[in-house]
């Protein structure tokens, strides 16, 4: 075990974590001109981010289970190469058909990496700094959304939607070299370690856990893929493309107050994220004729929202000891299902109530999550007698 903190290794994982969002959410911005490209409908190249959320569903635990036993960094090596491969076949992809199996198994392959990283991330740090190292390593998603994606958009609008897919397979042979370079090797489990997929679910902690970050997920992946009828709703002269950089730039604040406090008051950390996510929800319907009003709830949602995945981490990774790759490798499932599910409750909220309460998705979320945090914080954070902290 290192006595200090393996900052360039953190830094790849890190850039790693903006690859994985950048690619699964890239498509978005420029299905027109995937479909021109391919000849097909906008309907059916949009599945390229539901065949991505499907293969991460499918394949991640069982690929997490199958591989515990492996060496961490050959196996990260070759999930990264694969995934350059996946990467580079949709670059150059003739075909739908083939378009969508490439996504499917970048998507499986993002499952595991991301199963991999928060095991590796603890194998590798001190105990002490946990929290502060799966902060850092999850800075790279928010970063992803708020700057990998609309640059991922803008290289497919001004050079063509090859260029986009052909960034991200360039990205991931940069994040192989310095992996290959800079990321030290962990063990895997031990055989006579490992603990069977059905009893690792049965830990004392981690359903918990997962019920929080699945709600947390749906109250804000809801509103956030149904922003636009909102602030159409609203009328408030709000531009959507500032609106999403603010909450990007506050989702990265939300990563570094985690990593400040994460490993001091982890449980009054999560405790007040999701009390101010939730509150989030309420501004934005009660302010939704007021910019100043939206932008301060957009800054108080993305501050709350962005430290989601480190702070549930830590303590999945901490009850589940030596399973902490399986118990992580829940994570991405739920995330992914949290998505499918807002996608559809999204709509249909949209079209029997309305995009102006849309946020109140947020809210109702945010107080489930919060309420079981609150009915199982000693089994989310055993061994902690003051509910303070």
């Known amino acids: 075990m290192p006595d200090r903190l393996p900052l360039p290794s953190l830094l790849v994982f890190a850039l790693l974590g903006f690859l994985l969002i950048s690619t699964e959410t890239m498509p978005a911005g420029i299905l027109p001109q995937i479909a021109s490209g391919l000849q097909t409908s906008e309907g059916l190249v949009g599945q390229l981010v539901s065949a991505y959320a499907l293969g991460t569903v499918v ?18 090596l070759i999930g990264i190469a694969a995934f350059l491969l996946a990467n580079t076949a949709a670059a150059l992809s003739p075909h739908i058909a083939l378009s969508l199996l490439a996504r499917f198994v970048a998507g499986g392959l993002s499952g595991m990496l991301w199963g991999m990283l928060a095991g590796y991330t603890v194998r590798i740090t001190p105990p002490a700094s946990a929290g502060r190292a799966l902060s850092l390593v999850a800075a790279g998603a928010p970063v992803g959304i708020a700057f990998g994606t609309p640059l991922g958009t803008w ?17 991931t042979a940069v994040v192989a070299a310095l992996a290959v370079l800079i990321v030290p090797d962990a063990p895997g489990q031990q055989t006579s370690a490992r603990m069977p997929l059905g ?6 902690g981690v359903v918990p856990v997962l019920l929080v970050i699945f709600a947390w997920m749906v109250g804000n992946t809801t509103t956030y893929t149904y922003i ?5 709703a609203a009328g408030s002269g709000v531009a959507i493309e500032v609106l999403l950089v603010v909450f990007g730039l506050a989702s990265i604040a939300g990563i570094v107050v985690t990593a400040a406090l994460v490993d001091r008051h982890p449980r009054a950390l999560l405790v007040a994220s999701l009390a101010g996510f939730s509150i989030a929800g309420v501004v934005l319907v009660l302010g939704s004729h007021s910019p100043t009003a939206i932008y301060c709830a957009i800054a108080l949602w993305g501050l709350t929202f962005g430290g989601a995945s480190p702070q549930l981490q830590r303590p999945l990774s901490a009850v589940s000891g030596d399973d902490a790759d399986v118990a992580n490798s829940f994570l991405p499932v739920a995330f992914n299902l949290a998505i499918f599910v807002a996608g559809i409750f999204g709509a249909v909220v949209l079209t029997t109530v309305g995009g102006l309460l849309l946020p109140v998705t947020i809210t109702v979320f945010g107080v489930l999550g919060l309420l ?18």
């Open 199 to 204: 009893r690792v679910i049965r830990i004392p």
């Open 155 to 171: 290289l497919g609008v001004t050079f063509g939607w090859r260029w986009s897919f052909g960034g991200l397979a360039v990205l």
């Open 372 to 389: 079981v945090v609150l009915r199982c914080r000693n089994a989310i954070y055993p061994g902690r007698a003051d509910p303070t902290t």
């Open 228 to 232: 636009a009828p909102f602030l159409n």
């Open 59 to 76: 394949v991640t635990i069982p690929a997490i289970v199958l591989t515990r036993r492996f060496r961490r960094k050959p196996l990260f």
